[in-house]
């Protein structure tokens, strides 16, 4: 079988979970034995050096020239189709919302419904903000949709007129972040950590009001804050207002290896957010043996199954309570280990693009 993934989220990202997902996918089913191109003519994303040169029709920019991004897109559009008609696949996968909504004769569409962030939460974006529009546009003009979560499923039929039988769910696969001890300096006290965005929907402010409400746990942890931007003014201010102890939360940007190496010395991860289309970071913390706390909203439930400790993210006190217990009982913290090692044989990028292309094969299927 022919497949070929379109251009749209390798111009738009130099690095990002949407374009690594492409490439474990293009890298699995090539293994399936299955013919795969990644239609890309000027793409910037460095996910694409993993694959063979063969796999990617295209050429790579460092970066974009100034306020060239979206013409950059329309040009790719452009030559893309072009590219996608010489190839002829069976199915193309297009890679984000912002597709051509021209019908390709004898091609079947496919796309992938990460999360419906920007419908449950509109005020976290410009007014203006174009992309419930073309992912509405998306789904009804493809001949299938892929949902990465039962939740994100349910979200999509709530919010769309899509039928249920033109949706499939398929889980993200997994693979450990690697982590070098020379990748940074080891943590003068224990610390619970936190990683990603902290704004809106991510509910970073309720875990600082958890441990301000808990003295016990700042006494004897920090919280460390892993990427997302440096902590902004009005964090700050928010910090000193809830008497948070001096140093005891901090803000650390680095690489994959730094964030590996935070993994497996933290005594405990913590993940309160309100919503999730899937939810990588507590697999993450899982396998480098980091016990996980989190949300029972969303996906996250899904995901992490009984490998976490649950909480309410909208009740400081039971996120407080929960954090006083995974940082404190020591059998607990192992259980939690031990079930998270069994949790991550779920999830895995074989299976992943497995079940992916037995959507394309149905596709493509006589009728």
Not at 125 to 131: I, L, M, Q, S
Not at 287 to 297: E, F, L, M
């Amino acid at each position: 079988m022919k497949i070929a993934f379109d251009h749209q989220i390798f111009a738009i990202q130099a690095y990002g979970g949407i374009s690594r997902y492409f490439v474990k996918l293009a890298l699995e089913l090539q293994m399936l034995r299955q013919e795969v191109c990644v239609v890309a003519p000027w793409h910037r994303n460095n996910h694409l050096t993993e694959l063979p040169s063969e796999l990617v029709l295209g050429t790579k920019w460092k970066r974009f020239p100034p306020r060239s991004a979206r013409m950059a897109l329309w040009l790719n559009s452009v030559f893309a189709a072009r590219a996608i008609r010489q190839q002829r696949p069976d199915v193309l996968h297009e890679t984000y919302y912002f597709g051509s909504s021209r019908p390709r004769r004898g091609v079947k569409t496919v796309i992938t419904v990460y999360d419906m962030i920007h419908e449950k939460f509109p005020t976290a974006f410009r007014a203006n903000d174009p992309t419930s529009k073309a992912k509405l546009n998306a789904v009804r003009r493809a001949d299938h949709v892929i949902c990465i979560s039962e939740n994100t499923k349910h979200d999509l039929c709530e919010f769309t007129d899509i039928p249920d039988s033109k949706i499939s769910v398929i889980h993200l696969g997994f693979e450990k972040i690697s982590e070098y001890s020379n990748a940074g300096t080891q943590a003068s006290r224990p610390f619970l950590l936190y990683v990603g965005h902290r704004d809106h929907y991510k509910n970073f402010d309720s875990t600082l009001q958890a441990l301000a409400r808990h003295p016990r746990i700042t006494e004897t942890f920090d919280l460390v804050a892993f990427g997302g931007n440096e902590f902004s003014r009005e964090e700050l201010r928010r910090i000193d207002a809830l008497k948070l102890r001096e140093g005891a939360v901090r803000n650390v940007q680095g690489n994959d290896d730094l964030l590996g190496l935070l993994y497996r010395t933290a005594t405990a991860f913590v993940y309160p957010s309100l919503y999730e289309g899937f939810g990588l970071p507590p697999l993450e913390a899982m396998a480098h043996d980091c016990p996980v706390a989190a949300s029972s909203s969303s996906s996250i439930p899904e995901v992490v199954g009984n490998a976490g400790l649950m909480f309410d993210p909208t009740d400081i006190d039971a996120q407080g309570h929960a954090l006083e217990q995974i940082l404190f009982d020591t059998g607990l913290r192992e259980n939690l280990i031990q079930a998270g090692r069994k949790r991550l044989l779920e999830f895995s990028w074989k299976r992943c693009a497995e079940q992916t292309l037995q959507v394309y094969q149905k596709l493509h299927a006589p009728t």
